[in-house]
């Protein structure tokens, strides 16, 4: 997710609602990024969607 997306706040929010309950919470940031920074043609993208490929194939 990236810093600038408009629900981010809630995102960290979330994940520290989740931890302190014991539930597994992985936040990705994309300093600067907008939600779909893995999906647009900047240089950052490829990291991001290798992330993404990575978590969906486990």
Do not use: C, N, Q
């Amino acid at each position: 997710m990236g810093t600038h997306d408009i629900a981010y706040a809630d995102a960290v929010t979330m994940r520290r609602k989740a931890r302190a309950e014991g539930h597994p919470f992985v936040l990705h940031r994309g300093a600067g990024m907008l939600h779909v920074y893995p999906l647009l043609p900047i240089a950052e993208d490829a990291a991001a969607r290798r992330t993404l490929a990575d978590i969906l194939s486990r």
